[in-house]
């Protein structure tokens, strides 16, 4: 995937204002063009290929049937997940405390391997 100039790049070099070069990435956003990256960049999204965006958590669940998890098995660390979602880790954690506060997975906490508690079923994850 191409990355696109920063909002600051995209104001020295064109004269406009932060909030034009926001709204600029925001309709991008929004046609499914381009998506944020960490460290407050853009990126181009493959052509043909749409972003999922559902709510994080609701991602993370579906790795459980993606990898045909059972339950009591480990459930991939914070900081797997974050590189694979390609989001901070802090945002991942608060992914998964509402997963444990829904029963879908157990444990967590600094240095404890999470479990899942229960598979979801397609309409506990819709």
Known sequence: MSELPSAADLMGDYGVSRGVALRAFGVLREEGIAEPVPGGRWRVVRAGTGAD????????????MAEGLEVGEAFPSASVLAERFAVSRPTV???LEKLE????????????????????TR???S
């Open 53 to 64: 965006r559902r709510p994080l958590e609701q991602r993370i669940a579906d790795i459980i």
């Open 93 to 95: 954690t608060k992914a």
């Open 101 to 120: 506060a829904a029963g879908v997975l157990a444990g967590g906490g600094q240095g404890r391997v999470r479990t899942v508690r229960t598979v979801p």
């Open 123 to 125: 309409e506990e994850r």
